[in-house]
């Protein structure tokens, strides 16, 4: 049956993906990050929907993780909420859908966890996007 709203991961995925270019691995099932920096690992963790035909808005957690600095990881974190801005102020369409919205819920911070080599930088946030499908 076909979907009446967007993959959200897909979406966004694929946002990030243009936006950040091959050197950044972009995924929405994690794969490993601390053996591929910078990488970027992003899924559905909620939502809510405004029209189950028309909008959903999913909250999309987005992790990145980057070598060398905490500034790295942190310029990594705001790459990618500058890429979803542009996204959405821009309405870019991709095969999944659009942004229709946009809402900080969770700021881009770090977030360190037992066992993470001192290396390594992990940034997290939290966004409520608007999301639409497809235009025909």
């Known amino acids: 049956m076909a979907r009446l709203l967007p993959y959200a991961d ?12 091959p050197a950044v691995t972009v995924e929405t099932e994690l794969s490993d990050p ?24 999913p909250l999309v957690e987005v992790e990145c993780y980057a070598t060398g600095s905490k500034k790295a990881a942190a310029d990594l974190a705001e790459d990618i909420r500058a890429a979803l801005y542009r996204a959405w102020n821009a309405q870019t369409v991709t095969p999944h859908g659009h942004l229709a919205s946009l809402r900080v819920v969770t700021y881009p911070h770090e977030v360190r966890t037992n066992g993470q080599p001192a ?11 608007g999301v639409r499908p497809p235009r025909p």
């Open 10 to 21: 897909g979406l966004v995925a694929a946002v990030l993906r243009a936006a950040l270019g």
């Open 34 to 57: 601390l053996r591929r920096t910078p990488y970027v690992f992003l899924e559905t963790v909620g939502g809510d929907e405004i029209d189950p035909r028309f909008l959903g808005v």
């Open 119 to 129: 290396e390594i930088y992990r940034y997290t946030a939290t966004y409520a996007l």
